[in-house]
């Protein structure tokens, strides 16, 4: 069935440090491809998405490139700061009659230090 | 108002009781769903309406209801529940279409409802 793969955390890094979470999936036919971020006693925000092979989705210093031939979309950013401690998941996008239903990875705990 | 909200956002409640949880949204979406989301699990999908019509129940227990009584409302009604079913219990809304279409939507979530069975 449709899956997805999250490496396990918490990742704790230092202020500034390179940032990859690693995600994988499993899926029949072509899905979207998300990744949310979960703030501290809030909801899921949605943070990138991607919707085919090779397109890239950026948001606030955060990329994800969409790799088909390794089912891979992995989470980076270049710096990153304390405000990016969160919980971050993975999704897909699975093609149902009512529309698009996400399955979630279970999601990598960020915890950034100054 | 904006968004998707969520009332309450804490809510104690004993094995007996019953209560009920609301979501709104303000998006013009025609999906709605309800998740629960526990901790050190994955999301769980519990129901899914497509334009007020529940189009998804994922084995969940009856003894949580769902309603929906338009587009923009939803509700979870809950009653004799189990401390397992203590979690955080999110809402989310989406565009409603069919094909592949469908998979550029995303979903866009509530804070949630912090939920603690005694």
């Known amino acids: 069935g449709d899956s997805v793969t999250q490496m396990e955390g918490p990742v704790t890094l230092s202020e500034e440090a390179f940032l990859t979470i690693n995600c994988t999936y499993t899926?029949?036919?072509?899905?979207?491809l998300f990744w949310y971020v979960q703030y501290p006693g809030e909801g899921l925000q949605l943070l990138l998405k991607?919707?085919?092979?090779?397109d890239k989705g950026s948001n606030k210093g955060f990329e994800a490139t969409y790799r088909k031939e390794t089912t891979s979309f992995h989470l980076e950013k270049g710096s990153v700061q304390v405000s990016d401690s969160a919980v971050y998941f993975c999704?897909?996008?699975?093609?149902?009659?009512?529309?698009?239903?996400?399955?979630f990875g279970a999601g990598t705990i960020l915890r950034v230090k100054s | 108002e904006t968004g998707v909200t969520q009332t309450p956002r804490h809510l104690v409640m004993g094995m007996t009781n019953k209560k009920s949880l609301k979501c709104e949204q303000h998006?013009?979406?025609?999906?709605m769903y309800w998740y629960k989301q526990s901790a050190k699990k994955p999301l769980e999908l519990m129901f899914v309406?497509?334009?007020?019509?529940?189009?998804e129940n994922n084995s969940v227990p009856s003894r949580f209801s769902p309603e929906c009584p338009n587009s923009s409302h939803l509700f979870l009604h809950l009653h004799t529940l189990q401390p397992e079913d203590s979690a955080l219990y999110l809402c989310?809304?989406?565009?409603?279409?069919?094909?592949?279409?469908?998979?550029?939507?995303?979903?866009?979530f509530g804070p949630g409802t912090r939920l603690t069975v005694t």
């Open positions: 989310a809304s989406s565009q409603a279409s069919s094909g592949d279409r469908g998979l550029l939507y995303e979903q866009y």
């Open positions: 899926a029949t036919g072509y899905p979207s």
């Open positions: 991607a919707t085919k092979a090779d």
């Open positions: 999704a897909l996008s699975v093609r149902r009659e009512y529309g698009n239903k996400l399955v």
């Open positions: 998006l013009g979406h025609n999906a």
């Open positions: 309406y497509n334009f007020k019509e529940q189009t």
